[in-house]
C-alpha cells in the first residue's frame, strides 16, 4: 500500500466538491451544509461514505460516521485528510 502521491487538502476538496456538484447537479461551495439544505438524505450520506472510501482509499468507521462529518464539503474534506494520515510515520 504505497502512497508515493499524497493527496493535499485541497485536491481532496476538489474531487468532493465534484462528486457532489455532479450528483446534485448544481455547485456546491465548501462551506455549504448540504444536510439544512436539503442536498444530501440518509441514501445519499451512505453514497458519500462509500465513496469518499473508495476514492482516498480511506476506512469510515464507528465515531467518523457520525453526520457532522458529512455536513458540508469542507467537513468531508477534513476527515478524508485526518483520515488519510491515520498509519502514516510521524515526521516528529
Do not use: C, Y
Not at 485536491?11 to 462551506?31: H, L, M, N, T, Y
Request: hydrophobic share 45%.
Amino acid at each position: 500500500m504505497s502512497n508515493d502521491q499524497a493527496t493535499t487538502a485541497e485536491e481532496i476538496e476538489q474531487k468532493v466538491s465534484a462528486f457532489v456538484s455532479d450528483r446534485v447537479g448544481a455547485e456546491v461551495p465548501a462551506d455549504q451544509d448540504l444536510f439544512a439544505s436539503g442536498l444530501v438524505s440518509s441514501m445519499f450520506a451512505m453514497e458519500l461514505v462509500v465513496h469518499l472510501e473508495q476514492a482516498f482509499s480511506v476506512q469510515i468507521l464507528g465515531d467518523d460516521l457520525k453526520r457532522d462529518n458529512f455536513r458540508s464539503v469542507a467537513a468531508m474534506t477534513a476527515l478524508v485528510t485526518r483520515l488519510s494520515t491515520v498509519g502514516q510515520p510521524a515526521d516528529v
